[in-house]
């Protein structure tokens, strides 16, 4: 886990990792990727638990069947809360997201730029579709920042991506 200290704030993530940390799965592009997610999340977030004082926290996400299992702990490894939330409700949005991020990789040496950029909207509007679910399935427990849940819809993303068979949704 990495700790930064670029936002005052308590009420953010100071740490964030993954379990399984580097499933079978996951090629270079897909580390590299994580890598960057998490570097940009503990730059600039905001993570405010329901009924805590103040962090800052670190947060470890993990895939059990078809739950995000959320584990939040203070720097000091303090417990805050522990969520189990289900995915059946992000599963079309990761198909959707997975088939465009396909698509403009795939597209990226062959179309023009403004198709490119067609491409992208696509997948910039299905991303802001699974920030906004993950924000409002997590507002009893944390609140956080449109920011922060683009970043952690990615992650979530990745994760599944890892761990699920291919084929499956």
Same mark, same amino acid.
């Given at each position: 886990?990495?700790?930064?200290?670029?936002?005052?704030?308590?009420?953010?993530?100071?740490?964030?990792?993954?379990?399984?940390?580097?499933?079978?799965?996951?090629?270079?592009?897909?580390?590299?990727?994580?890598?960057?997610?998490?570097?940009? *999340?503990?730059?600039?977030?905001?993570?405010?638990? &329901?009924? %805590?004082?103040? +962090?800052?926290?670190? @947060?470890?996400?993990? /895939? =059990?069947?078809?739950?995000?299992?959320?584990?939040?702990?203070?720097?000091?490894?303090?417990?805050?809360?522990?969520?189990?939330?289900?995915?059946?409700?992000?599963?079309?949005?990761?198909?959707?997201?997975?088939?465009?991020?396909?698509?403009?990789?795939?597209?990226?040496?062959?179309?023009?730029?403004?198709? *490119?950029?067609?491409?992208?909207?696509?997948?910039? &509007?299905? %991303?802001?579709? +699974?920030?906004?679910? @993950?924000?409002?399935? /997590? =507002?009893?427990?944390?609140?956080?920042?449109?920011?922060?849940?683009?970043?952690?819809?990615?992650?979530?993303?990745?994760?599944?991506?890892?761990?699920?068979?291919?084929?499956?949704?």
């Amino acid at each position: 886990m990495i700790c930064a200290t670029t936002t005052p704030s308590s009420f953010r993530l100071c740490a964030v990792s993954l379990d399984p940390p580097h499933a079978s799965k996951t090629d270079s592009a897909q580390q590299r990727e994580q890598g960057v997610v998490i570097s940009d *999340l503990l730059d600039n977030n905001i993570f405010v638990p &329901a009924e %805590h004082g103040g +962090g800052p926290y670190r @947060l470890v996400l993990a /895939l =059990k069947d078809r739950y995000l299992g959320l584990s939040v702990a203070t720097e000091r490894g303090a417990h805050v809360l522990s969520h189990h939330l289900s995915l059946t409700s992000f599963r079309r949005l990761f198909k959707d997201y997975s088939l465009v991020c396909e698509s403009f990789a795939n597209a990226a040496a062959r179309l023009t730029p403004d198709r *490119l950029e067609a491409i992208d909207m696509g997948r910039r &509007a299905i %991303h802001d579709e +699974g920030s906004e679910l @993950l924000r409002e399935r /997590l =507002k009893s427990k944390v609140e956080i920042d449109q920011e922060t849940a683009r970043r952690l819809f990615t992650l979530i993303h990745l994760l599944v991506s890892q761990t699920l068979p291919a084929g499956a949704d």
